[in-house]
């Protein structure tokens, strides 16, 4: 079937960069995946903020990284998120093969741009920097980069000075599907033949001021806080709620044409994608999918990767540990047409770093891509008591590392405003 | 306070955000911060803010646009100084 498809529209990954709650760089994330290694951590202030959910998923030691990568003027005007995703977007494109520009080199890749999300930005930036110093009529005092660290783009905009990006850089945003979202609109970008390569990918910066408002609608986990590695439960009868994660997954997007030309090594091929909206009809809301739109979202990337449901090998969901998880069971069931038995195995990265809001997609499409490429689903943490509505498909839920023979692993992310991203990924030596 | 420690002072304000490593080493009185240094135009708002930091002075905007080189700033903030 691939051998039939024009390999100018057959998009590749060639890169991979990541910064994690449980890892830092591919290798460790990858390690950290296969031994089921939970990287959520009690956060000392969420505590003295007097959060219900005093736990959370913060990638550790990014400083010393930050500071042995980037100079000081970068330095400086970098917000969190920023420094996640320069992180991760660096080792992507270095992952790729390419070189990092020197300073004073004006060449420019301009067939190479990115898509990189976030789903609430410089919170930090406005919340620490901006209302306090505009509340104290200190607006002069604010200093050169606060727009650069608020503006959405801001996010996309520091990686394309950082590799010198010239196609199209922006970022994109929609919530829990920002991630996925960005690679499947970069994917898009290059099936059209508007883009030979783009990094894409999300990232969510680990602030309180960030999580507060989740916090607020009580739909964090409360009851773990002294347990934190136990505190993320998808798929689990005692899940509570989700842990707020952070951090930043990037991906390199390539067209298999142009991958091969170069040699580029291949980690997978993303085969198809799939992008749609629940219109917050039939049970969808703000805040809930419409399992229509769930369902669609997944057969439309079906569709597009050309592949039947029965070809899918392992599933990565979304799965945050709320409420929320038993209907999305029922829709990968129902999309694939799949009952219990037959559900592929379904795993949740969530359950080891909890729920990093614009960056789950890119952490999530990272993790997927080590597992079909590498040949094993990683363990879905603390499910021992699986949710009761879900106990018909409990066969299919990894509670250790399994090692298989992946060919199709399919990755969907669902967020507020009832949008979803699906992504189909293929194991490259076995298309 | 004395010029050099002026000078001094100035040159490790500008050092974080000067691109030019080899006008950098080089500085002087004439050295230009923009063309020379490569300090990056919207960074002067930092830089300004800092000199009024380490000085405990305040500098006008109109001040801030005749200052094209390290001996320019050294100038303004020995005046201020006065």
Known sequence: ?431 | MEQSEVMKSVVKILTPWAKNPDALAGVSMETNILDDLKVNSARLVDVVIAFEDEFDIEIADEDVDTVNTVGNAVNLIMSKLD
């Not at chain 1, 736990?55 to 100079?71: D, S």
């Not at chain 1, 919340?127 to 002069?140: H, L, Q, Y």
């Not at chain 1, 945050?320 to 998880?325: F, I, W, Y």
């Not at chain 1, 379904?346 to 809001?357: E, I, P, Y």
């Open chain 1, 1 to 431: 079937m691939s051998e039939t498809r024009d390999r100018s529209r057959r998009v590749v990954i060639t890169g991979l960069g990541v910064i994690a709650p449980n890892a830092n760089g591919v290798a460790a994330f990858d390690t950290a995946l296969r031994n089921g290694v939970s990287g959520i951590r009690k956060i000392d202030d969420l505590e003295e903020y007097e959060f219900g959910c005093q736990v959370a998923g913060a990638p550790q030691g990014v400083e010393e990284l930050v500071e042995a990568t980037f100079a000081e003027d970068e330095r400086l005007v970098m917000n969190e998120g920023q420094r996640f995703a320069s992180l991760a977007a660096l080792e992507a494109w270095t992952d790729a093969g390419f070189e990092r520009p020197e300073l004073g080199d004006d060449r420019v890749h301009w067939e190479t741009g990115a898509v990189i999300g976030t789903g609430i930005g410089g919170m930090d930036v406005i919340a620490e920097r901006i209302i306090p110093g505009v509340d104290a009529k200190k607006v002069r005092r604010l200093g050169s980069a606060c727009v650069e660290q608020v503006m959405a783009s801001g996010v996309s905009a520091r990686i394309s000075g950082q590799l010198a990006l010239g196609n199209q850089v922006t970022t994109n945003s929609s919530a829990c599907s920002t991630g996925s979202e960005a690679i499947a609109l970069g994917a898009e970008r290059i099936r059209a033949g508007l883009a030979e390569r783009m990094l894409c990918g999300g990232a969510e910066a680990a602030n309180r001021y960030i999580w507060a408002g989740f916090d607020a609608m009580r739909v964090l986990s409360r009851k773990f806080n002294d347990d934190p590695t136990r505190a993320s439960r998808p798929l689990s009868a005692s899940a509570g709620g989700f842990v707020p994660g952070s951090g930043a997954g990037v991906v390199v997007l390539e067209s298999l044409e142009v991958a091969e030309a170069r040699g580029a090594r291949i980690h997978a091929e993303l085969l198809g994608a799939g992008i749609n909206c629940g219109g917050h009809r039939a049970g969808g809301s703000m805040t809930a999918p419409n399992p229509d739109g769930v369902r669609r979202c997944i057969q439309l990337a079906l569709v597009d990767a050309g592949i039947d449901p029965g070809e899918v090998d392992a599933i990565n969901g979304h799965l945050t540990a709320t409420g929320a998880d038993p209907r999305e069971v029922e829709s990968w069931s129902a999309a694939l047409g799949r009952g219990p038995g037959d559900l592929p195995p379904l795993t949740a990265t969530k359950s080891m770093v909890g729920h990093a809001l614009g960056a789950a997609g890119g952490l999530e499409a990272v993790a997927s891509v080590l597992m079909v490429r590498d040949g094993y689903l990683h363990p879905c943490l603390n499910c021992e008591d699986i949710h009761p509505e879900i106990e018909p498909f409990a066969d299919s839920i990894p509670h250790e590392t399994r090692e298989m023979d992946l060919r199709v692993l399919i990755k969907a992310s669902f967020g507020f405003g009832d949008v979803n991203a699906c992504l189909v990924f293929q194991n490259f030596d076995r298309a």
